[in-house]
């Protein structure tokens, strides 16, 4: 299909859009982060609606639109099932989403951080988290993506260079 492209791809971000529509904002392996608009998948007849939920690992078919690129399929990798039936680890799953969404830009390849997030969601499905999971995350993250590091690279100065660099504070933080 020409103007058209396929991606695997991490679901971080959901806005409802109009009646029955919603941007879909996902990190891929291959092209970064995409704003994407999901046509109809607010309707119960949906066959999208259950694999562009947050947190899912995705295939995604996507045509070429004028100002956003459309979802046309998604087929479900990873739904990350375990971390969803506690609360914490989706406080936590949530937090490592808002820090990928808000330190990289659109359409900037960044495979090392795909692989990261993919691998610091699976260990959160694997077992309970430790607050070194979220600290290593944020380290590695700055680091792969060029922010460097605070001088003591621990939590509280790892949450303040952040704070620096995003200008605005997590909502994820206010969940508790």
């Not at 994407?36 to 007849?45: N, S, V």
């Not at 899912?56 to 990798?77: S, Y």
């Not at 989706?90 to 692989?115: C, F, P």
């Not at 699976?122 to 605070?150: C, K, M, V, W, Y």
């Amino acid at each position: 299909m020409p103007g058209s492209f396929k991606a695997e791809a991490i679901v971080i971000k959901r806005t409802n859009l109009g009646e029955a529509d919603r941007l879909v904002t996902v990190f891929s392996k291959d092209r970064g982060k995409l704003t994407l608009i999901a046509k109809g998948i607010r309707r119960l007849t949906s066959r999208k609606k259950g694999h562009l939920e947050l947190f899912n690992q995705v295939r995604l078919q996507i045509a070429k639109g004028k100002n956003l690129d459309l979802i046309t399929e998604a087929e479900t990798i990873n739904n990350f099932s375990r971390l969803r039936g506690n609360l914490n680890r989706v406080r936590i799953a949530y937090l490592l989403l808002e820090l990928v969404d808000k330190l990289t830009a659109e359409n900037q390849e960044h495979q090392e951080v795909y692989v990261l997030l993919g691998e610091t969601l699976s260990q959160l499905n694997g077992h309970s988290a430790s607050n070194n999971l979220i600290a290593d995350f944020e380290a590695q993250l700055l680091t792969r993506l060029g922010f460097g590091l605070p001088p003591r690279p621990d939590r509280a100065s790892l949450e303040a260079h952040i704070l620096t660099i995003t200008e605005k504070p997590l909502n994820s933080k206010k969940l508790k």
